[in-house]
């Protein structure tokens, strides 16, 4: 088990953006989204958990406690494929390859805002 409180102000994922270039569609995480990730990322200092995994955030308006356990593989191994990741989609991608080696791994989430 890992556990760490990361010093940052909570916000969600900004959705990605898109301008023209010479007539393609060009389209990019915005900035502050990625400072945000850079900023949890740096914070985290464990090696990335295998296996299957949950994890809890609390989120308050001046840090987010992180907790990441190992859990029995789910039973049904469809489960596995796809993200389970929605409100809390900025710290998972930060933490994506940095507390775990990819989000698939996460069988059960837990996001409590205070």
């Known amino acids: 088990m890992a556990e760490r409180t990361v010093l940052w102000t909570p916000r969600a994922k900004?959705?990605?953006?898109?301008?023209?270039?010479?007539?393609r569609a060009v389209t990019y995480t915005p900035?502050?989204?990625m400072q945000a990730e850079r900023d949890i990322a740096d914070q985290w200092e464990w090696a990335p958990a295998e296996g299957s995994i949950a994890v809890a955030l609390e989120l308050t308006d001046s840090y987010i406690h992180i907790t990441v356990e190992s859990v029995p593989e789910p039973i049904n191994r469809?489960?596995?494929?796809?993200d389970i990741d929605n409100y809390g989609?900025?710290?998972?991608?930060?933490?994506?390859?940095?507390?775990?080696?990819?989000?698939r791994q996460i069988a059960q989430l837990y996001i409590v805002k205070r």
């Open 14 to 23: 900004q959705r990605p953006r898109a301008h023209v270039v010479g007539g």
């Open 89 to 103: 989609k900025l710290i998972l991608d930060a933490l994506n390859g940095r507390a775990w080696l990819d989000d």
């Open 78 to 82: 469809k489960l596995l494929r796809g």
């Open 31 to 33: 900035r502050e989204t």
